[in-house]
């Protein structure tokens, strides 16, 4: 009897312990493995990325030069004949006759003229190397000595004043530019008769902004150095004057037979001038009539090379004019058939 208490008891214990086994082992979980799980490998897609273009900037378009489209051709007293562009007939400058106005101001470019009986010879002040200025015997007129970069030498004479002088209603004629003083970089600006030299520094130097010493004040005799220098045109509440142009499209008052009409310089085959200042011009109309009249007393035109023609018809009652062809289209002339 008591082996088989004996052997009931350890039946007993052996499933107890298996029991408490059991529960341990799932309070525990499942066994927890040290070795990473595998995953299966994914291809990554490589993308080309599409070769970055530039986006030029467009480029600037310079606009062509304007071609030279001569209007009407002069002939002048020394026989040479000049085409030119931009022709037209000019008044004398009237002043103000009175009554209420109000004073204007402005300024406008002007440029280095060189003017030589009825040719204004245009310069870039770039290409000059030196220039002396004098008074003329002419009054309100300089006398200009012109050296280019090439020690060519000229000579002429300048206005100091638009007025009366030039196809400009008004202006005085300063030189202005860029100098420095006191450590600052200023505006210059000094009137034409006051400047006595003005002269290139560094000839040889081609890359840098060129530099120019000028002599000005004819009493203190200063110097100055500057750049940039160019001619404006500068004036100041002045007297309204009056200026007529008439271009080959304007209405041109003139007198025929004692009758006033208006007719446009377009209309006009070719004029010649006479001997005298008192006698009619002989004009010849494009529709075949040919008829005496007087005419504005100065002309103007543009040369291909960019002077000026600028003149009275006559000086001291002697033409320096003697004939004008109205081109029929631009670039014909028909000096020969002058009437």
Not at 89 to 112: A, C, D, E, Q, V
Not at 186 to 209: S, Y
Request: charged residues 25%.
């Amino acid at each position: 009897m008591s082996m088989n208490k004996i052997t009931g008891k350890k039946q007993l214990f052996l499933l107890g312990f298996a029991i408490i086994w059991v529960l341990l082992a799932l309070a525990c979980g499942p066994e927890i493995s040290k070795k990473k799980p595998t995953t299966p490998a994914t291809k990554t897609k490589i993308i080309k990325k599409s070769p970055v273009t530039k986006i030029k900037k467009p480029k600037k378009i310079e606009k062509p030069a304007p071609v030279f489209q001569p209007q009407a051709a002069i002939t002048l007293s020394d026989g040479k004949v000049y085409e030119v562009a931009d022709f037209a007939f000019y008044s004398k400058h009237r002043n103000f006759g009175g009554g209420f106005y109000t004073p204007s101001s402005g300024s406008t470019k002007w440029f280095l003229y060189l003017k030589q009986g009825p040719i204004w010879k245009k310069f870039d002040f770039s290409k000059v190397k030196s220039l002396t200025l004098s008074k003329s015997k002419i009054s309100n007129w300089l006398k200009i000595d012109l050296v280019r970069l090439d020690d060519t030498k000229l000579q002429g004479l300048h206005p100091i004043y638009s007025y009366k002088n030039s196809w400009h209603k008004h202006g005085h004629v300063y030189l202005t530019g860029e100098a420095e003083v006191l450590g600052r970089v200023g505006n210059f600006k000094c009137k034409i008769e006051d400047v006595l030299i003005f002269e290139k520094l560094d000839v040889d130097v081609t890359d840098a902004t060129p530099k120019f010493k000028i002599i000005h004040n004819r009493k203190e005799k200063n110097e100055t150095t500057m750049t940039k220098p160019e001619f404006k045109l500068i004036w100041k509440k002045v007297t309204p004057t009056y200026l007529d142009i008439y271009k080959l499209k304007s209405n041109m008052p003139v007198t025929v037979n004692n009758t006033e009409i208006k007719i446009k310089p377009g209309e006009i085959d070719s004029i010649i001038v006479p001997q005298k200042s008192s006698s009619m011009f002989t004009v010849k109309m494009k529709k075949g009539e040919t008829v005496k009249i007087k005419l504005p007393p100065r002309v103007f035109g543009k040369l291909e090379n960019g002077d000026i023609l600028f003149t009275y018809i006559f000086e001291k009652g002697k033409p320096v004019v003697t004939g004008i062809q109205i081109m029929e289209k631009p670039g014909l002339t028909k000096i020969n058939q002058l009437p």
